[in-house]
């Protein structure tokens, strides 16, 4: 199939979707938009295979547990969440099973290990907490090691911490991508340097904080995603946000980078199949 552009980090499998979900995906299929389905727990982890067997042409899975239901309950209710016209919601601690998580990494859909990583901004404000994101972040690369797939990571306020945790555990050996990403020019080096590809949200339509990095890093490595249901690219904002709307995000890395919407459209495609080996 001949796809237009590929979100690499979309939530259909998310219960914002969960009336409508086979209507999204039909109608981002229709677009010429292939997608991955990131899971962030078990159960999300193991619907998004279901989605992407349904939709063997253009969908594939991640699976992981994200690292804010790694420890005790939270309630997340961010900026990002209640503007995109999604209720806040609470977050639900589970061990990470390797073993489980395991089964569903070797599945043939799935292309990629994650969510997973660290996140200081609505948890891990204390040692112990962030231990634990630790050790859960060093079996998922452990698991990605051994199946030989690529890590799809998560991480809020914790840059120095994961590119340690990165190089310890061997990670750039499968590489992957940072979603999401929201660091600095010169964070973003340094996971360049492991061999990591960065993907960028709706957030660049709407903030300038992330202009410099989408200007100057490698033509090669940058990927788009939606993040849907969360952070509705302009001018959906407010809305929830759904892949098809990936396409602003391509727009505005053409915009920032001064070239055209097709060499991003071919360049982000192909980046992200390479980088996931999606066939
Ligand atoms: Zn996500």
Request: proline content about 4%; overall charge negative.
């Amino acid at each position: 199939m001949d796809l237009k552009l590929i979100d690499i980090h979309t939530h259909v499998n998310f219960n914002a979707f969960r009336d409508d979900g086979d209507e999204v995906m039909r109608r981002t299929l229709a677009g010429g938009v292939g997608m991955i389905l990131v899971g962030s727990q078990y159960d999300t982890s193991a619907r998004a295979i279901e989605y992407a067997e349904r939709y063997p042409e253009a969908a594939w899975a991640a699976i992981g547990l994200h690292p804010i239901h790694v420890g005790g309950e939270i309630h997340v209710d961010a900026e990002e969440i209640s503007t995109s016209g999604v209720p806040g919601f609470s977050s639900r601690p589970e061990e990470f099973d390797y073993k489980k998580y395991k089964t569903l990494a070797m599945h043939p859909k799935t292309v990629a290990i994650g969510e997973c990583g660290l996140d200081y901004f609505r948890s891990g404000g204390t040692q112990v907490e962030r231990e634990k994101q630790f050790e859960v972040l060093r079996g998922h690369i452990k698991l990605a090691r051994e199946v030989q797939k690529p890590l799809i990571i998560h991480c809020r306020n914790a840059y120095d911490d994961l590119h340690k945790i990165l190089i310890e555990e061997h990670a750039g050996e499968v590489g992957g991508t940072i979603h999401f990403f929201a660091g600095t020019w010169s964070d973003a080096q340094k996971f360049l340097d492991l061999g990591f590809g960065l993907s960028f949200t709706g957030v660049i339509t709407f903030a300038r904080d992330y202009d410099e990095t989408v200007k100057n890093m490698p033509l090669d490595r940058i990927m788009v995603e939606t993040d849907a249901p969360y952070v509705a690219p302009v001018p959906y904002r407010g809305r929830r946000n759904e892949p098809l709307y990936v396409e602003e995000i391509a727009k505005k890395v053409a915009e920032l980078r001064g070239i055209s919407f097709d060499e991003v459209a071919k360049a982000t495609v192909s980046n992200a199949s390479r980088i996931f080996h999606l066939k």
